[in-house]
């Protein structure tokens, strides 16, 4: 039990205690911190309209961007299960994207989105379609990470077919001989048997997407068209107007490029709080979802 | 057992008192005469054939101190030296590519305050234009000294210019709309082909920070407040923007600088003749006639505003500069350096003649080693010019900048209507987040 211990106390206890308090500080990485109250929850909660802006982004990709993946991952395995020949090649590939590294999957996405140069909105106008501006129009910026979030969802799709691949095949037989249609036995026996598999990628999607930084850091920067800027990539953070300015990239910003890093601190605990009350309340409407059977 | 958590907790609030970092120093200065020696740390951000030519200055300042041994690492940005000095390690010296640090570094102690060695050295700090003396130092504490300068101008391309009938590039800013709509072409469906000038102001170096000068607005006022809202300057410079803006259309731009190359790539837009007339900083001259010497360009002052014309040929700048660390353990060598990178004549026109910025100090920009054709002529006529300003220094960096960037962003694509009571609104958000990190 006691490396256990040192372990969550160095690496978990001690940097949410420390993070509890710098957000009661003034504090800039540079000085020794100076108390400051309520100050930095006041400004984040009355003053800084960025911040709910960023706020109002993560929960957009909350709630659009986990269901969309969840989906996504749920279709491509339930297709490559109902497979008679072929599974291994076409899992391999729907694998795939998932071990490109965001960052580059990320910029080739932008490219290909590209609303001028980009062959999307090529193909798209063979159709006679005008193609949105992607990722430079602050209406299509999240959905096009939503787009790329759908793309690379191979981590998902493998624990959905483990899943999938476990439910009793008994079940289906005899709801067939019942007269069960397929959307009967998909309603009554795939998703019940998938359910703890489903609140898993819920409670992890959450929680990433919460954190969601690198694709939105690395789109925004790309779009703006000044990629390699010596000013820094936190520049361009949120480019078109902010629309991609989730709430982990605005405390990096106000942590590291403006040095409110009592402030950053204070918005890190309340994205903690909001975490942690998210996961509580998804886990308890499961047990009422499951008859507290797990 | 439920002790244990608790005394963890307790161990871990005392830790919190032990990892908190402590940047006040004391500056002992050593008499004057005395030959610094020793080892020292240097960061810089430069990479590739920029760094090469930091590592010939640094070779010539070891063989004119052959007691002081420099360790040069390169590509280090601001975020990276913030965070080893706050953890009391870091460089010696820091030389860094934004003045945005200058207000934090200098009031927080973390880059020591650099009077005592000027004082002692004579340095004379009038061989810097007054913005350059401005731009490194904050509320009295010169805790930086400028390295290199960066100047803004306009780019013309003379090939287009003449097609359309133009010899001379534009002086006003009702000059500069007037040959930007005559100069852009557009396809029969109304996409852009060739802009005249790009008026969207998150576009490359177009931002408002460079543009603001050609209508003198302020940004901040003595008592560093935002002086946005009240500078009828301000609303002047958002209008022609916005009737620019909405004659290309706003979805056009958009679409049109989307399918531009990067910036920093050889695929710039004006290397490609895509844009005739740019904002951008003396180092483009030697880009061009790197990447795109076939492109016939000329470089000129910013335009201004029409009823300025007194004031043609100011414009923005902006510079590299280095500092001491408050954690240097060798403050005397790592001050030797810096005072040979910054003051040095046969240095400084060195280093500019191989990355092709501005030489800051007078006897630089008069030397006659300094290789100087007419477009960068230009860029260093704006240098010295006594109305070429800067964004003053703030301890909370670029912030203030950043955040009237977005309402203006937001006002040019039409998010934000009201433009009168967006700038007084702005003030009021600038200030309370400036309160923040004072």
């Not at chain 1, 256990?4 to 978990?12: E, T, Y």
């Not at chain 1, 949410?16 to 500080?25: E, P």
Request: charged share 20%.
């Amino acid at each position: 039990m006691a490396p256990a211990l040192i372990g969550i106390g160095v690496f978990f206890l001690y940097p949410l205690l420390a993070a509890v308090y710098f957000s009661f500080t003034r504090f800039d990485l540079l000085t020794v911190p100076e108390w400051v109250g309520l100050r930095n929850y006041t400004y984040l909660f009355t003053q800084d309209s960025v911040a709910g802006k960023a706020a109002l982004n993560t929960l957009w990709f909350v709630v659009i961007l986990v269901p969309a993946r969840m989906l996504a991952a749920l279709l491509t395995s339930m297709l490559l299960v109902s497979l008679k020949r072929g599974g291994g090649f076409f899992r391999t590939i729907f694998y795939l994207p998932a071990l490109a590294p965001p960052v580059a999957a990320t910029i080739a996405f932008v490219f290909l989105f590209n609303p001028a140069t980009g062959p999307v909105n090529e193909v798209l106008s063979w159709f006679g379609v005008d193609g949105p501006l992607w990722f430079d129009s602050p209406d299509w910026s999240k959905p096009s990470l939503v787009l790329l979030g759908t793309w690379a969802v191979g981590d998902l799709m493998v624990i959905f077919l483990a899943a999938l691949l476990d439910v009793p095949k008994p079940l289906y037989e005899a709801a067939s001989i019942d007269g069960a249609n397929a959307w009967q036995r998909f309603v009554h026996i795939t998703l019940p048997s998938l359910s703890p598999v489903l609140m898993f990628a819920a409670v992890t999607g959450v929680i990433q997407t919460l954190q969601y930084f690198t694709q939105a850091a690395v789109a925004a920067s790309v779009a703006s068209g000044t990629a390699t800027t010596g000013g820094g990539i936190s520049s361009t953070f949120g480019y078109p107007e902010n629309s991609t300015l989730t709430y982990p990239l605005h405390l990096y910003v106000s942590g590291f490029r403006y040095y409110d890093m009592g402030y950053a601190n204070a918005l890190a605990v309340v994205l903690f709080l909001v975490a942690f009350a998210v996961t509580l309340v998804l886990l308890r409407r499961f047990r009422a979802f499951t008859g507290g059977a797990r | 057992m439920p002790r244990r958590p608790l005394t963890l907790a307790a161990a871990a609030v005392l830790l919190l008192a032990a990892c908190t970092p402590g940047t006040e120093t004391a500056d002992d200065v050593a008499p004057a005469g005395q030959e610094a020696k020793g080892s020292i740390e240097f960061w810089h951000f430069f990479t590739d054939r920029e760094a090469k030519a930091i590592d010939d200055a640094i070779a010539k300042f070891e063989n004119a101190h052959p007691d002081i041994d420099v360790n040069v690492t390169a590509g280090q940005d601001d975020a990276k030296m913030l965070q080893a000095i706050s953890s009391g390690k870091g460089p010696d010296v820091g030389l860094s590519y934004s003045t945005d640090i200058v207000g934090k570094f200098c009031s927080s102690g973390a880059w020591r305050d650099l009077t005592p060695y000027i004082e002692r050295d004579k340095v004379d700090l009038d061989q810097f234009p007054e913005t350059v003396r401005s731009y490194t130092s904050y509320h009295d504490r010169r805790c930086a000294m400028p390295f290199l300068a960066d100047v803004y101008g306009l780019y013309y391309n003379k090939t287009l210019l003449a097609q359309a009938g133009y010899t001379a590039p534009p002086k006003t800013m009702t000059e500069l709309a007037d040959m930007a709509k005559k100069l852009t072409k557009r396809a029969p469906d109304g996409t852009i082909e060739v802009a005249g000038y790009v008026p969207l102001l998150n576009f490359y170096e177009n931002t408002p920070q460079h543009i603001v000068p050609g209508w003198d607005a302020k940004w901040l006022t003595a008592d560093e407040k935002s002086a946005i809202g009240t500078d009828p300057q301000w609303a002047a410079m958002l209008k022609w923007h916005k009737d620019l803006v909405d004659w290309y259309g706003y979805d056009n731009l958009q679409k049109f600088t989307a399918g531009l190359g990067d910036e920093w790539s050889a695929d710039n837009a004006f290397h490609k003749g895509k844009i005739a007339m740019s904002v951008d900083g003396e180092y483009r001259v030697a880009f061009l006639t790197d990447q795109a010497p076939d492109v016939d360009f000329g470089t000129a002052p910013l335009p201004v505003a029409d009823d300025q014309a007194d004031r043609y040929g100011a414009g923005f700048v902006t510079g590299n500069i280095a500092g001491i660390s408050a954690n240097s353990k060798n403050p005397e060598a790592a001050w030797a350096l810096i005072e040979y990178l910054t003051t040095e004549t046969d240095s400084i026109v060195g280093l500019s003649n191989a990355i092709k910025n501005v030489p800051t100090t007078a006897d630089a920009l008069a030397s006659p080693d300094l290789q100087v054709d007419e477009k960068f002529k230009v860029f260093l006529d704006i240098f010295e010019h006594p109305e070429t300003s800067t964004t003053p220094p703030n301890a909370s960096g670029p912030k203030y900048v950043e955040m009237a960037q977005e309402y203006v962003n937001g006002y040019l694509s039409g998010a934000n209507k009201d433009p009168a009571s967006g700038l007084k609104d702005l003030d009021t958000r600038i200030d309370q987040a400036l309160e923040l990190g004072r």
